[in-house]
Structure formats: structure tokens, C-alpha cells
């Protein structure tokens, strides 16, 4: 290798290293300069919903913070489907889901006769759709919601069953109910 041939290859390297090095203070600025721009926390709205019109078996669907939220009015067939189907689901005891500490319990819920969750399904983020414990028997399941795209089933407390493309429950938003019959959405419910 000639003088002329190493001098070039030095140089390469020089030039390499010197532009991996401004790639890397490049990032860092972005990274740091993003994290400084930015506030911390982000400031959740709440929003109140009247549910006292909502007789058992009924749900309703509301926009709240960019995402559809469901709250449904659980009536007695379907707590009596849940507890018939409840070996078939995938984590019965929602230790993988997303909810209040608070309604960590086997509705999944401020009061066993309600259920309130994001409307949407856990794997795909596809909407869901209700279904009555009368029309999901002739199917050889209990009811719940159903996605839209790939009929991932959950129960009513919004826990998947077993063998689903989904392996979480419906994720449970902060709410607390208010004593006059309202859900107040982006409020932390109080703990036990």
C-alpha cells in the first residue's frame, strides 16, 4: 500500500467517525431539546355522563379524550353468562389489564350492575360490538362485546375469553360514579 493509498484511508476514517459523531449530537439535541419543550404531564379533561336513563341491558357510547368510551347497564343474564363462561377466558382475574386499582374486582367496576371501558378492542384497537346473552347462545357463548375485525369475544366485565387473537381485557378508563346517577370520566375513583 503506498503513502498516497493510507493517507486516503485515514481520512475516510477521520471523515466516518466525524459524522457518526455529529449523527449522535444530533439525536441528543433532538431528544433533549424535545424533552424540554414538551410538559411533563398533560392535563386530562373530565366529562360527565348521565346514566340515569340507562335501563339494564342498555349501553351508550361517548367520545371522551380522542377515544370512544362504552358504559353499559349490566342486567341479570348477563352476570348469570359471565359466571357460566367464566373458565373460558384468558385472564379471569384481569392481572394483565389496564383499570383502576379500585375496580380490581370481578365486575371490574364502581358498582356490579355497570361497566364502563374503552370501546375498542385490545389487540387491533377495532370497535366493539354489543351482544345479548340470548342471541351469543345460539353461538355457544355467554355474550359480551365482539371487535369488529376479527370477532376477538370478551365477557361483559370486558375480560377476553381464552384462545382470542386479543390477550388483554378492555382497558377500564379513570371514572367515579357521582351519588346523582352520573359517570365522571378522568376522575381517579377513590381506592379501598
Known amino acids: ?12 476514517r477521520v471523515a466516518l ?17 424535545g424533552f424540554l419543550s414538551e410538559p411533563r404531564t398533560s392535563h386530562v379533561l373530565t366529562q360527565s355522563v348521565d346514566i340515569t336513563s340507562l335501563a339494564p341491558g342498555e349501553m351508550l357510547e361517548v367520545e371522551w379524550s380522542g377515544r370512544p368510551v362504552l358504559v ?4 341479570e343474564g348477563m352476570a348469570m353468562a359471565d359466571a357460566t363462561f367464566a373458565e373460558r377466558l384468558y385472564d379471569p382475574g384481569s392481572r394483565f389489564s ?6 380490581r374486582n370481578a365486575h371490574r367496576s364502581a358498582a356490579p350492575d ?11 384497537g377495532c370497535r366493539l360490538d354489543l351482544v345479548p346473552p340470548e342471541i351469543a347462545a345460539e353461538q355457544g357463548w355467554g355474550g359480551g362485546f ?4 376479527r370477532g376477538g369475544r370478551y365477557d361483559f366485565a370486558g375480560r377476553v375469553h381464552d384462545g382470542q387473537a386479543a390477550r388483554r381485557n378492555l ?11 352520573r359517570v365522571i370520566l378522568g376522575e ?3 381506592s379501598d
Open 1 to 12: 500500500m503506498t503513502t498516497e493509498e493510507s493517507d486516503i484511508r485515514v481520512y475516510y
Open 17 to 33: 467517525k466525524l459524522m457518526a459523531l455529529l449523527g449522535i449530537l444530533a439525536l441528543a439535541y433532538a431528544m433533549i431539546s
Open 72 to 75: 353499559l347497564r349490566r342486567d
Open 98 to 103: 389496564r383499570q383502576p386499582r379500585a375496580y
Open 114 to 124: 355497570l361497566f364502563v371501558a374503552f370501546a375498542t378492542g385490545t389487540d387491533l
Open 146 to 149: 365482539v371487535d369488529r375485525c
Open 171 to 181: 382497558e377500564v378508563p379513570d371514572y367515579r360514579l357521582h351519588p346523582d346517577g
Open 188 to 190: 381517579t375513583p377513590a
